[in-house]
């Protein structure tokens, strides 16, 4: 599951306040409390992970007041940052602190919470960056889930038969170097498909595509799209700017 909270949260606060400053343990507990907060203040109708919570050196500050804790953080939307700060206490017993460094503690007594989330600002971005290529999805014979498009690079995630992934390897860069080699006959008409990478990925039935679209861009990305069609071993082609 995508997570508010990613595994990269915590890399920053390791290498600027050391890496005792935070718990495994208060990471877990932020997801639990904060992850379904957040997607219920904004209405974001699904978990993404171009949405997560990230720290800031020149913002940063841990604050005690009394029994409440807080922390102040930046939220990232897509590649837009936002400030908001999440607060937390012991919901039965006055004063007893939950710091960031503990690792024994109940997540059943603490409660958690924004404060000045920019919930409209957040929509907002997150909205307007809505993923759109213009292909006619009814002429493709597998499944197609546009999960993100923002740049030019981009991660093609394809559901196959395992027993035809090099050939399926073999394809894709045919396909590739086809529309490059046209498109070099006629002055770069078309623009060119920089580079491909697969990567090793553990589960049988699934290989991953990293793909610079170079000039060709969206247009480079739906002639591949087509051409996907003629490879009967794949059964679902997901696109994202992320992993």
């Known amino acids: 599951m995508n997570k508010l909270v990613n595994k990269n949260f915590k890399n920053p ?10 718990s495994n343990q208060f990471i877990h507990l932020m997801n639990n409390k904060l992850h379904n907060e957040f997607y219920r203040l904004t209405k974001i109708k699904k978990p993404t992970n171009e949405i997560f919570l990230s720290i800031d050196a020149t913002n940063f500050a841990y604050i005690t007041l009394n029994d409440i804790q807080k922390l102040k953080l930046q939220i990232v939307v897509i590649n837009t940052t936002f400030k908001t700060t999440i607060a ?3 919901k039965s017993i006055f004063g007893l602190l939950v710091r960031p460094h503990n690792t024994d503690f109940d997540e059943n007594e603490i409660e958690m919470w924004f404060e000045d989330l920019p919930i409209e600002k957040i ?11 213009n292909i006619d999805e009814s002429k493709l014979r597998y499944k197609f889930v546009l999960k993100s498009f923002f740049y030019d690079s981009i991660f ?3 559901t196959c038969d395992n027993q035809e992934k090099q050939f399926i390897d073999s394809q894709i860069s045919k396909i590739i170097n ?10 770069r008409k078309y623009g060119i498909i920089h ?4 990567y090793e ?5 699934e290989m991953i595509f990293s793909i610079d679209l170079g000039s060709a861009s969206e247009k480079g990305l739906i002639h591949i799209l087509y051409e996907l069609n003629n490879i009967k071993s794949i059964n679902k082609v997901l696109i994202t700017s992320f992993l």
Not at 123 to 133: D, L
Not at 178 to 187: A, T
Not at 201 to 205: A, R
């Open 123 to 133: 929509r907002k971005e997150y909205y307007k960056n809505a993923p759109k290529i």
């Open 178 to 187: 086809e529309w490059n080699e046209r498109s070099e006959k006629e002055n």
């Open 201 to 205: 990925d553990e589960k049988d039935n």
């Open 195 to 198: 580079n491909v990478m697969m």
């Open 88 to 90: 937390w206490k012991n």
């Open 156 to 158: 093609l995630v394809l």
């Open 13 to 22: 606060i390791s290498i600027i306040f050391g890496a005792n400053f935070m």
